[in-house]
């Protein structure tokens, strides 16, 4: 019970680390990256490259939708000229979990307490510097606690059981990352504890893929949320990344054994492979879609109404 007790306090940690990460950087930068997703959509290439830029930076597609949709609700930005930014999203996304691969962990606690007395201050900047190592810390001290924990949660009969089935059935284990990253809406945290797993030998690289599979589609759910009671154009777009990650999975299904046989030539460490599988399904989804960005979004204007 405790290690399930300390589990459910490391989701916590890392969910709070990504939102304090996200707020500073946020402050930071938020205002202009507004007004760069409000401008730059005059193709869906160059809609999808600021969207890149701006996700990578914010560290969050979620964010990036909730602010696309935001505009879009505003007047300032209509649904046709979003698709370029939803391609970039799931592209940009990637950014975050290449980047808690790393290992940083001589930093953590300095980080930590420099962030902490950095967010202590009045000046804004000082404050959002503060902001952003103290959340991108927190983040590193729960993925390594994902890792810490991955073995004795194993121990756990109930635990042990869900990990040997997700181990045996690719569906269950997309099924099993979509639930999970729309109850807790960020499929970073997903990644990061699947990593956890994956580290510790408990879980197996193409379980992994499948699991990261359905985290890009559970964390579609942050938009639709965001969408009601925001207009039709706003849930256009928030229906357009839920048929973009579904039927990006669903193509992706039959290769997840190809890809899990072809990790270990892209790095040595189970993690940094799920990564970089994660960079792969995604940048193949949004540049396979980026020649056809507006016939698709006729088509879902086709098949969800052009008008409430």
């Not at 054994?257 to 940094?272: E, G, R, T």
Request: glycine share 10%; with cysteine; proline share 2%.
């Amino acid at each position: 019970m405790l290690y399930i007790l300390l589990f459910i306090l490391l989701i916590a940690v890392f969910i709070t680390g990504m939102t304090i990460l996200r707020a500073g950087l946020f402050q930071l930068s938020g205002e202009t990256f507004k007004r760069l997703l409000e401008r730059v959509t005059s193709s869906p290439f160059k809609a999808m490259l600021t969207s890149i830029l701006v996700t990578a930076v914010l560290h969050s597609s979620s964010a990036v939708m909730v602010i696309t949709i935001g505009l879009i609700a505003a007047g300032m930005l209509n649904f046709s000229k979003s698709i370029g930014i939803i391609l970039g999203t799931n592209i940009g996304t990637t950014f975050t979990t290449e980047i808690i691969t790393f290992n940083i962990n001589q930093y953590l606690i300095p980080m930590t307490i420099i962030g902490a007395v950095l967010m202590l201050f009045r000046n804004q900047k000082l404050r959002s510097s503060g902001s952003i190592l103290f959340g991108m810390s927190a983040v590193f001290i729960a993925i390594r606690g994902f890792e810490f924990l991955a073995t004795p949660l194993t121990k756990l009969d109930a635990v042990g059981s869900i990990l040997a089935m997700l181990n045996e059935s690719h569906l269950l284990s997309i099924g099993f990352g979509t639930i999970f990253t729309a109850l807790i809406q960020s499929s970073t945290a997903m990644t990061g504890i699947t990593m956890g797993f994956l580290s510790g030998g408990i879980l197996k690289i193409d379980s992994g893929i499948a699991i990261m599979l359905g985290s890009n589609i559970g964390t579609c759910i942050t938009g639709y949320l965001a969408s009601i009671g925001s207009g039709h154009e706003s849930k256009l777009c928030a229906y357009a990344h839920i048929w973009l990650n579904v039927v990006g999975v669903a193509l992706f299904i039959p290769l997840i054994d190809w890809m899990a046989a072809l990790s270990p030539l892209a790095a040595d460490s189970a993690d940094v492979q799920l990564a970089h599988s994660s960079l792969l399904f995604n940048v193949l989804t949004s540049l396979i879609v980026l020649p056809f960005a507006e016939q698709f979004g006729r088509w879902i204007e086709y098949v969800h109404g052009r008008r409430a």
